[in-house]
């Protein structure tokens, strides 16, 4: 091992809680923000950088942690999650219909209604946005084109509708 790669080491193990909290600004989910200090451990190792070269090797790292945490953000947005509707969900046989319990039945219906009523109090256009590309299964330039408005406006539509969807459930789980 190279001496800056020891050095390297030393500092990412001091910083390791700085670090972390400084993604968790951008990613709160802890698996997702451990991935990213993953990656910039990887990085730091993979670098042939001397740490004794930089003039401030703390804020060098923690740089490199918001860079990458916003970069996971980015991926994040570009593929935001799927909602599916319940209604396409089929049983994939019998073991499956076995394992399911009335309480989980009743808490995926109650989960299900948050989320229509959170849609229902959606902006109307974000709304419009979101159920074209969601419930009908338009690709955003589809939907641009259709509503006559920009891709970048139908991301952020997109955007908008599932942090709201995200932040109502939130809420009623807690």
Not at 104 to 121: E, G, P
Not at 132 to 157: F, P, Q, W, Y
Request: charged share 30%; glycine share 4%.
């Amino acid at each position: 091992m190279a001496v800056c790669d020891r050095s390297w080491d030393s500092l990412y193990q001091q910083y390791h809680g700085r670090l972390l909290r400084q993604v968790q600004k951008y990613l709160p989910a802890r698996d997702e923000s451990h991935d990213v200090l993953q990656d910039l451990y990887v990085q730091l190792r993979q670098r042939n950088v001397d740490p004794a070269k930089i003039d401030n090797p703390p804020a060098f790292l923690m740089r490199m942690a918001t860079n990458l945490a916003i970069d996971a953000l980015r991926r994040n947005n570009r593929n935001p999650v799927e909602f599916t509707d319940p209604a396409d969900i089929r049983d994939t046989g019998a073991g499956a219909s076995q394992s399911v319990t009335p309480e989980q039945i009743s808490s995926d219906r109650q989960r299900l209604d948050i989320i229509r009523q959170a849609v229902d109090d959606l902006p109307p256009r974000c709304r419009e946005v979101f159920l074209l590309c969601k419930r009908d299964h338009l690709g955003t330039t589809e939907v641009a084109e259709k509503l006559g408005i920009s891709r970048n406006m139908v991301e952020k539509h997109l955007r908008q509708a599932l942090g709201h969807c995200k932040q109502v459930l939130a809420r009623h789980e807690n």
